[in-house]
């Protein structure tokens, strides 16, 4: 479905970015998730070459974020890069990154919720009580985006229909389970056979922990999330003008497999034929961002193309 029909797995987010720079030049971006060598500062350089009017960087660490945006004003002086402290397992982080980039930016043209986290080992807890996998992956962009709301629709009052666009990252993890609604705290309630996970499937995907907890499938059900949750959006902001996409950028390494055990890992892989680059990694979100092909399918294509 992109405009490229030559662009696959080894495209470059730079490239695409090039290809599609008057969607990004004086546009507000905003990219959750940017931290030194991950997709979100892939997406965020590539975004940046093309000189937007801000790029805000929302992220846990400030630290982090810091130094990537000093990477990108090297790189690209003039470019006016922000960053707002966004943790997205608690509530009031939100609440705060939420008013923050509304004193930034009168409008934003595009949000890419980017950030993810995979937990392996243990379970954790959102600041809410939320199993941290849903609760920060899916609950916290859910209430990020509808924050922004107001100024998304501002940002599509100044565009062409679907121009406007939230890039929800997902992954190939949503085969693994569907919502969990019954147990969506992964609290071991019983589940009808609709909220099943997914078999078979390898053992190291359905492992379970020693208090109940299955962490493979948690990550599923909320990869489940952010593809519904895109065809919501779809559904919901086409009176507005604003349309959204889930993207599974493809196999890349990232900081997000560093709880990883040797087991799990080799499941993945098998299931991948080629490992991309962060560049090739970024590709994929910033072709379901910016293609202009794609303004149109609103509820037609709640998937943006892999590549």
């Known amino acids: 479905m992109a405009s490229n029909e030559n662009w696959g797995e080894a495209t470059s987010g730079l490239e695409v970015a090039r290809v599609f720079s008057d969607r990004i030049r004086g546009k507000n971006v905003v990219i959750t998730g ?18 937007p009017s801000v790029l805000i960087l929302a992220s846990r660490t400030k630290e982090r974020m810091t130094a990537v945006a000093e990477k990108i004003e090297a790189s690209y002086p003039g470019v006016k890069v922000r960053v707002v402290v966004l943790d997205l397992a608690s509530q009031a ?25 995979f937990v392996m080992q243990s379970r954790q807890l959102t600041k809410e009580g939320l199993e941290i996998q849903f609760g920060a992956n899916h609950i916290g962009h859910f209430l990020f985006t509808k924050l922004l709301l107001p100024l998304l629709k501002a940002g599509a009052k100044d565009s062409a229909p679907g121009a406007t666009r939230i890039i929800n990252l ?5 085969r693994l389970s569907p919502i969990r ?19 078979p499937m390898p053992p190291a995907f359905g492992r379970r922990m020693p208090d109940g907890y299955l962490p493979v499938i948690a990550y599923g059900q909320c990869k489940t999330a952010n593809v519904l949750f895109s065809l919501s959006l779809q559904q919901r902001l086409k009176p507005f003008g604003i349309t959204s996409y889930a ?31 962060l560049d090739e990694g970024s590709s994929t979100t910033l072709v379901a961002a910016l293609d202009p092909k794609l303004n149109g399918t609103y509820a037609e294509l709640p998937f943006a193309p892999c590549g």
């Open 34 to 51: 940017v931290a030194p060598d991950g997709i979100g500062e892939s997406t965020s350089i590539a975004i940046a070459s093309q000189k």
């Open 93 to 117: 982080s939100i609440r705060n990154a939420g008013l923050e980039t509304a004193e930034l930016v009168p409008k934003v043209d595009l949000l890419i919720n980017n950030a993810g986290i």
């Open 170 to 174: 997902s992954s190939q993890g949503h």
């Open 181 to 199: 609604f019954s147990d969506y705290n992964m609290e071991g309630k019983q589940v009808p056979a609709e909220e099943a996970p997914a078999s």
């Open 247 to 277: 993207v599974h950028p493809g196999g890349i390494h990232t900081q997000l497999g560093r709880d990883e055990d040797d087991e799990h890992r080799a499941a993945i892989a098998k299931g991948i034929s080629y490992w991309k680059s």
